[in-house]
């Protein structure tokens, strides 16, 4: 039997962030090979998740089989100076051997500055709240998390409950900053095609009316009654419906050709899966949560659904509900149409876990819509600190 060479160890912090989980590094301890974006970063990270995996469990790595607990982060000191660090992430597919680096994970946002006070990546005051100016080199926009600190610590627990996620911890307050803004990386405008609504042929479906923005992350907005669905569903009535995924999928693909990140639909669904998403959107209707908690309809703003990753997700994904709050506050959107009395700089929207709030600040100038800031709050908790083992690859 030939000997194999042995397994190397990368030190790593497995990190909750508001509703995700992901394995996090500080650049600087990944392999010199994984340092550099390329084959041998992705492989590393393919291995640490345990994909790809044709049982679609991940039982070899540190990945939970869904889109919300397959993802990487990688964290370093910034060069810019208007930033203390660069913030990575990757998605990885489960069956696949594809890491997705097209886009931001909102929720795993929260945990990056409590992983970089931690890591010593940058000084802090000893209490008080901690301001981590962090670069998101994803989509290349600042976010600005406001992470409590307590003896030069971060504080982890505490009474702030997040639909989605079984325990109270600590809240962490995030400001993502110009979330729509132009920019001279792929997405452009924040309406790519110009218009807050457009009409995306989709073969077989015809023409579908959809909201095309770069708002945290490219994101498609649908109208969940024009596809035939209710708003309400949760993840049992999408996930085992093959008919209906396709359907979503096939939309997402050739609104990812509208808004010029993909050359075809074929290629969308083969190389982004992770952005932009696609999401549909309600007015609010009262129902039950996955948790049996009843989201009462009047004290909601309109109910959201995401698909993450070919699946619905359990909850919203964080870049998803910033999407929302700048497309509730510009007039015309479909989702400032479904709301009561127009668009809004503040909104709370039902998702499958509950119910979360969010705003943005956005205003009008010269005919132009601009958003300075979108706002939410959510949390972020050390899981395990020590070393991943990954074989040679």
């Keep these: 039997m030939s000997q ?24 600087d301890d990944l392999p010199a090979a994984a340092r550099v974006p390329g084959a041998a970063r992705d492989a590393l990270l393919l291995r ?5 995996d044709p049982y679609g469990k991940q039982i070899d790595g540190m990945g939970g089989a869904t889109s919300s607990t397959s993802k990487v982060v990688l964290v370093g000191k910034s060069t810019r100076p208007d930033c203390d660090v660069d913030y990575l992430f990757g998605a990885v597919a489960i069956e696949s051997a594809v890491v997705d680096w097209s886009g931001n994970c909102g929720n795993l946002t929260s945990a990056v500055g409590p992983f970089a006070i931690t ?49 109270p911890s600590a809240e962490i307050k995030l400001e993502f900053l110009d979330p729509g803004a132009g920019e001279d990386s792929e997405g452009g405008a924040m309406f790519p095609t110009g218009n807050r609504t457009d009409h995306v042929e989709v ?41 209906l995924l396709k359907r979503l999928e096939d939309i997402r693909a050739h609104a990812t050709v509208a808004m010029g990140l993909a050359s075809s639909a074929d290629e969308a669904t083969a190389k982004r899966p992770h952005t932009p998403k696609i999401a549909f959107v309600s007015k609010p209707t009262s129902y039950t949560s996955s948790s049996g908690k009843e989201v009462d309809g ?61 705003g943005a600040e956005a205003a009008e100038t010269r005919g132009e819509w601009g958003v300075t800031k979108a706002i939410m709050s959510r949390s972020a908790r050390r899981i395990m600190d020590g070393q991943v083992f990954v074989p040679s690859v």
Excluded: C
């Excluded at 640490?48 to 790809?52: A, F, K, L």
């Excluded at 596809?227 to 569903?233: A, P, Q, S």
């Excluded at 700048?326 to 119910?355: D, E, K, M, Q």
């Design 48 to 52: 640490v998740t345990g994909s790809p």
């Design 4 to 27: 194999s060479p042995p397994q190397i160890a990368v030190r790593a912090t497995y990190m909750r962030g508001g509703t995700s989980k992901g394995v996090f590094f500080a650049l």
């Design 119 to 167: 890591r010593g990546l940058m000084e802090t005051p000893a209490n008080g709240m901690a301001v981590v100016r962090i670069w998101q080199a994803n989509i290349g926009k600042r976010i600005i998390a406001h992470v409590p600190v307590r003896g030069g610590q971060v504080v982890e627990l505490g009474d702030f409950e997040l639909d989605g996620v079984a325990f």
């Design 298 to 358: 009047g004290a909601i703003d309109l109910t959201a659904r995401i698909m993450s990753m070919g699946k619905l997700h359990h909850a919203m994904t964080g870049t998803g509900a910033v999407a929302i709050a700048v497309a509730a506050a510009i007039p015309g959107t479909l989702v400032s149409r479904l709301l009561a009395n127009g668009s809004s700089g503040t909104v709370r929207f039902g998702h499958p876990s509950g119910s979360l709030f969010v």
């Design 203 to 243: 073969p077989g479906l015809g023409r579908v009316e959809t909201t095309l923005i770069n708002a945290g992350n490219p994101t498609i907005f649908v109208d969940a009654a024009a596809i035939g669905l209710k708003g309400t569903e949760m993840q049992g009535d999408v996930n085992s419906d093959a008919a």
